[in-house]
């Protein structure tokens, strides 16, 4: 369960403190956000202990970072905008520990990889509420969870995908078809309500 978010004045005193490299502010922080960067992480690693390793590794990144996140820039929001800041840190590092376990899954036939069109219209899809969604995307194959958490929850453009994943436009474009076609058979094997958007 993830703890309250901490009032603003206690949580600059608290980034304060971590900017000093004290320790016992550091472990404050650890366990104020970690439910919240492993949520992040296990969008992209199934594996327990792989999705922990790479929360750890997120947040030595974070306290190595921390000296470029400003909260006087955001005196009216500052709760929201540090952890959107941590969110980018936590998907750049879930996706280094993607990459390096799932390595075999974003080899992709590239003859085939240029024959899907770009999809930016609604579809049934969008009426899931959030937690109905990322059981849905739990399910996909490794590289279309990868893709379709990139390009629809995290709002990373093609271009930012391949070069992420390591990949061409083009892959990244058909494993986001690919995985919308695989949630769509979900759907229907669920007898979800959505599936009734699709027939027509």
Known sequence: MAAPAPDPALLLNLLAGCRQLERASQRQFYRQFFAYGLS????????PDVAQEAVNDGFVKVFQ???DFDPNRFPHDLVSSLRGW???????????????????????????AGHYPADTSPTPL??????????LIAQLPPAYRAVFNLFAIDGYSHEEIAESLGISIGTSKSNLFKARTHLKTLLKHHHHHAYAGYVR
Not at 86 to 101: K, P, S
Not at 126 to 135: K, T
């Open 86 to 112: 941590l969110r980018r840190i936590m998907v750049r590092t879930a996706i280094d520990h993607f990459r390096t376990h799932h390595r075999h899954h974003l080899q992709t036939d590239l003859e085939a």
């Open 126 to 135: 969008d009426a899931l509420s959030f937690e109905e969604l990322l059981q």
């Open 40 to 47: 992040i992480c296990r969008r992209y690693l199934h594996d």
């Open 65 to 67: 970072e921390l000296p």
